[in-house]
């Protein structure tokens, strides 16, 4: 299944390899394959991202399932997240999920990362922090799909994916 990466965001600039930029960052990457568009490679910091989303998609995807199916919103009412705990997000992490045990998953070792769905007003709060791609994360998503953020010390990345219905 392809899911459209919709723009990325690094520490206020996009990847540097981009040589045409037309308002808005569009092309199509395999979750679990390495197609960019000729020429173009994501940053390091967006490719972090990416493979924190790829590692959760399952997770995503059902949460954005749930949303849609069993709480019956709209797709411009509810937003999935992926978020690196520790990292400059730490008070959006602690707004979604308060008062969570986060020290479990450090003490195996792990980085922990926190997952779920909120209202789609959490947009118009990254809006303000991210004014480089406010126009996308303010963008309704197309029908069928559901905005994904990513977010982590290098910055944002916004993705439309595919409710699935999985048992998580």
């Known amino acids: 299944m ?9 520490n206020g600039h ?9 308002g808005k960052l569009f092309w199509r990457r395999k979750m679990n394959g390495q197609t960019t568009p000729i020429g173009m490679n994501l940053s ?5 991202r990416h493979d924190m989303v790829s590692q ?9 399932y749930r949303a849609l199916y069993v709480l019956n919103l709209k797709n411009d009412e509810v937003v999935v997240v992926c978020i690196k705990v520790d990292s400059q ?7 979604l999920m308060p008062e969570t045990n986060w020290q479990q998953w450090r003490d195996k070792g792990q980085e922990p990362v926190a997952r779920g769905s909120a209202m789609f007003r959490l947009c118009h709060i990254l809006a303000q ?12 998503p197309p029908d ?7 977010l982590d010390e290098g910055g944002c990345t916004v993705y439309e994916i595919v409710p699935i219905q999985k048992s998580v």
């Open 2 to 10: 392809v899911h459209g990466l919709r723009a990325s965001y690094s």
């Open 14 to 22: 996009y990847p540097q390899t981009i040589t045409a930029f037309s």
């Open 44 to 48: 390091a910091s967006a490719e972090k």
């Open 56 to 64: 959760s998609m399952e997770a995503l995807e059902h949460f954005a």
């Open 89 to 95: 997000w730490r008070d959006i992490v602690d707004m």
């Open 129 to 140: 922090r991210l004014p480089d791609i406010t126009d996308v994360l303010l963008e309704r």
């Open 144 to 150: 069928g799909k559901v905005k994904c953020i990513a």
